[in-house]
């Protein structure tokens, strides 16, 4: 079945991937004689002109910058069946996520990876484009332990978004800039911004900010002062904190110009102490046969709530990539055995926390339980009119219709955008519905309320995307 999926020269294909708009397939390129990922835009969202056009500049975006020291290589991109697809490098070497769950990264080593992200960013910015979405997930390893940064699929480029999965956030909690967690559009700061959280989190083991909930962490990224590294990791000389401090910077003129120099003033900071000059070679020409293109299971973040910004004060999770660890529930969540009507009198404060259950248990694919901690969260927020609710209000809705519900998905999804405006995200989600459900039932307010139960045309849903905005994917 795959294999019809795919033109006949990629052989032997294998499903490594699924998230919320298509598949990615582990294939063997019979020409060359070497391994592929195959990255293919879904068949129900390959007849959406606008999904359509946005797979297409991802494809164009990633062709772009292929060829691009520590960039993932492109070889690529072409329609068949009726479905765009995108081929690239298969890496077998993990991510630093994977890396820094391992334990402890040396500094030579945490310098080393930097200072190729580096290059490579320096790269995207040079030619217009921003990724965005700068994280450890996103920062592949090569068999040699090189760095191939990935995923531009919610890059801009000239002001124009590329691919983003519905439910997701332009960003992730535990490295998110404070202009994006404002709303606010995403520059080359941004991602140096990024860098610099990434160079915290590898130098201490720990993300800068990092806090029970995505939306905790994702306001002290605007409003908390940058904590020093070294009151996590003692051993490090202290000028390494004035460089990050400078990296965190809230103002995005305050930090560096780009990010070699940001790397260029971490290694003149650590190396007396620590650091010789890189030697590991770099790989040249096509990198060897690697495991995956993808990344591992991400934690969950705040969905809408945590990607724009929106995630101050208010602002509660959805979906996805991310920055909190994964699995765990904030305080004071309530079992599955807790009804709705206990959840709902809760105070509006737990609005927000249980928003968080709710995108965590979104993340596992686990839909019919975070549907009841969702209900449960847009009546606590009821009314509020803060982003919160907003971000609330859109989890509602994507929940709804990943368990296959038609009903109870309009009205939370207009809800949402009458509080915070416009956003791809909402239209998308939007145009899915009318795929799936047109022509619409009437929706009332009763229906948003009511929870699991309404809408019998139920799907496991277990296929969609699970907010990565979150952390996985």
Not at 13 to 25: D, F, H, Q, S, W
Not at 131 to 138: F, G, I, L, Q
Not at 155 to 164: C, F, H, I, N, Q
Request: net charge negative; proline share 7%; aromatic share 4%.
């Amino acid at each position: 079945m795959a294999g019809e999926v795919l033109p006949g020269r990629y052989t032997s294909p294998t499903l490594v991937a699924r998230g919320g708009m298509g598949e990615v397939y582990r294939a063997m390129d019979s020409v060359l004689g070497r391994p592929v990922a195959v990255k293919v835009l879904s068949e129900r969202y390959a007849r959406e002109e606008s999904i359509r056009a946005r797979f297409e500049r991802e494809a164009s975006t990633a062709a772009r910058l292929s060829g691009k020291p520590h960039v993932i290589t492109v070889f690529d991109v072409g329609e068949h069946g009726g479905r765009p697809f995108i081929v690239m490098e298969f890496l077998d070497g993990g991510s630093l996520h994977d890396r820094l769950r391992e334990g402890p990264v040396p500094v030579e080593d945490a310098l080393e990876w930097l200072g190729q992200t580096a290059q490579a960013l320096d790269h995207a910015h040079a030619v217009g484009v921003v990724h965005r979405d700068v994280k450890p997930a996103n920062l592949l390893l090569d068999r040699d332990g090189n760095i191939r940064v990935s995923d531009f699929g919610i890059a801009s480029v000239g002001g124009e978004d590329t691919l983003t999965l519905p439910g997701t956030v332009l960003g992730t909690a535990g490295y998110l800039s404070p202009e994006q967690a404002r709303g606010e559009p995403a520059t080359a700061a941004s991602d140096r911004y990024a860098l610099g959280a990434v160079a915290f989190e590898l130098l201490t083991g720990r993300r800068p900010f990092e806090s029970e909930t995505a939306a905790t962490e994702a306001f002290a990224h605007v409003n908390a002062p940058v904590p020093t590294a070294t009151g996590v990791q003692p051993d490090l000389p202290e000028a390494v904190d004035g460089v990050l401090e400078r990296a965190l910077a809230k103002e995005p003129e305050a930090r560096p110009g780009n990010a070699a120099e940001l790397v260029s003033a971490l290694r003149e900071a650590v190396a007396p102490a620590h650091v010789p000059a890189p030697t590991r070679a770099v790989v040249s020409g096509p990198p060897p046969p690697v495991r995956s293109v993808h990344r591992a299971r991400r934690r969950p973040y705040a969905l809408l709530g945590l990607g724009a910004a929106a995630l101050l004060v208010a602002v509660v999770t959805l979906a996805v990539a991310l920055g909190v660890a994964g699995g765990s529930e904030a305080p004071g969540a309530r079992e599955a055995g807790d009804s709705d009507r206990e959840i709902a009198s809760r105070s509006v404060e737990d609005g927000a926390r249980l928003n968080d259950v709710g995108f965590e248990r979104m993340q596992d694919g686990d839909y019919e339980r975070a549907l009841p901690a969702l209900v449960a969260a847009v009546e606590a927020l009821r009314d509020s009119g803060t982003l919160t609710e907003a971000y609330a209000r859109y989890n509602l809705a994507y929940t709804r219709f990943a368990l296959g519900h038609c009903t109870g998905v309009l009205t939370p999804l207009e809800r949402s955008e009458a509080i915070q405006g416009f956003r791809s995200e909402i239209e998308e989600l939007r145009s899915e519905w009318r795929v799936r459900c047109a022509p619409p039932p009437p929706e009332t307010d009763e229906d948003e309320d009511d929870g699991p139960g309404r809408g019998q045309d139920k799907g496991n849903g277990k296929d969609k995307g699970k907010g990565r905005g979150a952390e996985d994917d």
